[in-house]
């Protein structure tokens, strides 16, 4: 496929007149005055944006389907989330036993040896437990957490720690130190969350090599004027990226604009923590073997506690917009960001060897569908 025409988003700018060539799932050429190939479509937008396909870092299920269920979910989350416009995502565990956990991982390992063809790209697991603090579990279910241990954290991936992406956790449990820094060597990028640690044991996490910060403000120390605990840090500290869950619900859009003006665009990461019923009507579901009730897109446990979202990228994006943040901000934020966050340079751009699909947005920003 040649797209013609394109106010393409490249290099952190929206550029007019842009030609992009996609071809078996990958953006193959940029520039003017390309020529399209015997037998190849030519779609001209006519001056609509062209965005990259949105990365997902920290996603749980989507449509009815949960990435702790097993290799035929994660396939059809990739399937699924690529019809949405998203090109790459981590697929985001819940707490659980070891066994199960294990056997989740390696589902997303096959996925990402065998990708699906038309879908988004697996780039590894989002581990968000067992290291963390009860008195923070949120939605995570406290019964399967303990302390840091590296030889349960590779019994909990199969021994495949290279299908880990990131791992969340809370800093100031005993064995931190020590565990941060192993796990960092072997490649996974640490987030800091679900966590009761001081402003000053998140910069100490930092230096240990964490450079993450999960959905900040939930599941963690709250921002005071005295303290100002995980969300303070995370805002002041620039070796972190810290997560934004933008539903509106989780999270005031002052804040996240707060938030877009400490971290700036490059180090702000929009997540949806999407649960199974992103993408499904209102009614019940369930999360980490929990019952959930979805209501006016809220999805809570029994006792009211938030449990993930049914956010998705595309409504994060418009959101956004919405609340007033620059165009060219938004979309870094959903984009290259989320994948930079993760050590993955070539998700979230348009540039050649990106993984498709790219978005098309109307003059007004209106969603106009994906180009495969």
Same mark, same amino acid.
Request: proline residues 5%.
């Given at each position: ?72 979910? $994660? ?32 589902? #997303?390992?096959? #996925? ?9 790209? $697996?780039?590894?697991?989002? /581990? ?18 303990? *302390?840091?241990? /590296? @030889? ?19 800093? @100031? ?8 820094? &192993?796990? $960092? ?5 640490? %987030? ?14 930092? &230096? ?42 989780? *999270? ?75 165009? @060219? &901000? ?31 947005? %109307?003059?007004?920003?209106?969603? /106009?569908?994906? /180009?495969?």
């Amino acid at each position: 496929m040649l797209i013609r025409n394109a106010t393409a988003f490249v290099d952190g700018r929206f550029c007019s007149s842009v030609e992009v060539r996609v071809h078996n799932g990958r953006v193959q050429e940029i520039g003017q005055g390309l020529h399209n190939g015997l037998y190849e479509d030519a779609i001209d937008l006519g001056g609509d944006y062209l965005l990259p396909g949105f990365v997902e870092v920290h996603i749980h299920g989507y449509r009815g389907h949960d990435a702790m269920q097993g290799e035929a979910a $994660v396939r059809a989350m990739s399937r699924d989330l690529f019809r949405a416009g998203v090109a790459a995502f981590c697929p985001t565990t819940m707490s659980s036993t070891v066994q199960d956990t294990a056997s989740a991982v390696d589902a #997303v390992h096959r #996925v990402m040896a065998q990708p699906e063809h038309h879908g988004a790209v $697996v780039l590894g697991t989002h /581990m968000e437990a067992p290291f963390l603090a009860p008195e923070r579990c949120g939605a995570q279910v406290k019964e399967h957490f303990c *302390l840091p241990d /590296m @030889e349960r954290f590779m019994a909990m991936c199969g021994g495949q720690s290279q299908a880990v992406r990131v791992l969340t956790m809370a800093p @100031e449990l005993p064995g931190s130190e020590a565990f941060i820094r &192993d796990v $960092v060597a072997r490649g996974v990028a640490v %987030s800091v969350g679900h966590t009761s640690a001081t402003a000053a044991q998140v910069h100490l996490a930092a &230096d240990w090599g964490a450079t993450r910060v999960t959905h900040t403000f939930n599941a963690q120390t709250p921002l005071h004027h005295r303290e100002p605990g995980v969300p303070g840090a995370a805002l002041v500290d620039e070796r972190l990226y810290a997560e934004l869950i933008c539903d509106g619900i989780h *999270l005031h859009p002052d804040v996240v604009c707060l938030a877009v003006r400490a971290k700036g665009a490059s180090r702000a990461v929009v997540i949806t923590d999407a649960m199974e019923a992103a993408g499904m009507p209102d009614g019940q579901y369930a999360l980490g073997g929990q019952p959930v009730h979805v209501k006016d897109g809220a999805a809570r446990l029994a006792d009211g506690t938030l449990a993930g979202s049914v956010l998705t990228m595309r409504q994060a994006f418009a959101n956004l917009l919405s609340w007033g943040v620059k165009p @060219e &901000d938004a979309v870094l934020m959903c984009t290259a960001t989320p994948a930079d966050s993760v050590g993955q340079k070539m998700a979230g751009r348009i540039i050649a060897g990106a993984p498709a699909p790219l978005t098309r947005w %109307s003059k007004d920003w209106q969603w /106009m569908g994906i /180009m495969a």
